[in-house]
């Protein structure tokens, strides 16, 4: 059964403040890991990574892939406010075409 | 294009009653999913279609659930007799053929079973 373990399960920080989300996977026939962020509403899509060492980027958010020792890291530098929300990671895997998710990371930005 | 459409946003029901809610999906997506979310639980597939066609409903909790997908665009999850702890957010997502990642959710359905 595929796995997806997310770290830490809650955050909070002061704006400014830089964090790392972590996500860790057993998955069979892994094909690629995405992470979505999910405020009030439905999960909306940021990254999806399939290579391992390339750090995919948009703006203050960072994510990279290490498909050797099976995690992923999401980066956000300069928090703000509006990034809090949950972060989902999920991954991919040949069987069933389906897309397992971790239980999130709350992330919680103080002013 | 008006992205996945879910019905009805909010539904309040007491035990014993059927639920039905509804998905429509984006226009030229051929795989459609439903999750439920809990706090508990977090995110659960509770089953998912091809063409139309279910290809995984391993994670449909018992036979009160179920779903259906009559025509390419549009999906129902049914369950009947609800009971309270079916009370989730129920997300329907949807994604394009040939693509290896990402879903297209819904705004999802808030259902309480008192």
């Known amino acids: 059964e595929d796995k997806v373990v997310q770290s830490p399960l809650s955050l909070v920080v002061h704006e400014g403040d830089t964090v790392t989300l972590n996500c860790s996977y057993e998955v069979t026939n892994f094909r690629s890991l995405l992470w979505y962020k999910q405020e009030k509403k439905a999960p909306t899509f940021l990254f999806m990574l399939t290579s391992s060492g390339i750090e995919k980027k948009s703006g203050r958010l960072s994510s990279i892939l290490d498909k050797k020792e099976l995690f992923s890291i999401l980066n956000i530098t300069a928090t703000q406010t509006g990034d809090s929300a949950v972060y989902l990671c999920?991954?991919?895997?040949?069987?069933?075409?389906?897309?397992?998710f971790g239980g999130g990371t709350r992330l919680m930005v103080k002013p | 294009d008006a992205g996945v459409i879910q019905s009805p946003r909010h539904e309040v029901t007491e035990m014993g009653q059927e639920v039905t809610l509804r998905c429509k999906l984006i226009?030229?997506?051929?795989?459609l999913f439903w999750y439920r979310q809990t706090m508990m639980r977090g995110l659960e597939l509770l089953i998912y279609?091809?063409?139309?066609?279910?290809?995984?409903d391993s994670g449909m909790p018992e036979d009160r659930f179920s779903a259906k997908m009559p025509n390419a665009s549009f999906s129902t999850l049914k369950i009947q007799p609800s009971e309270p702890r079916d009370s989730a957010v129920y997300f329907c997502?949807?994604?394009?053929?040939?693509?290896?990642?990402?879903?297209?959710f819904g705004e999802g359905s808030r259902l309480t079973v008192l």
């Open positions: 999920a991954v991919l895997g040949n069987a069933g075409n389906m897309l397992t």
């Open positions: 226009s030229g997506h051929n795989s």
């Open positions: 279609f091809n063409n139309n066609v279910p290809i995984d």
């Open positions: 997502a949807s994604r394009p053929g040939g693509r290896s990642g990402e879903l297209f």
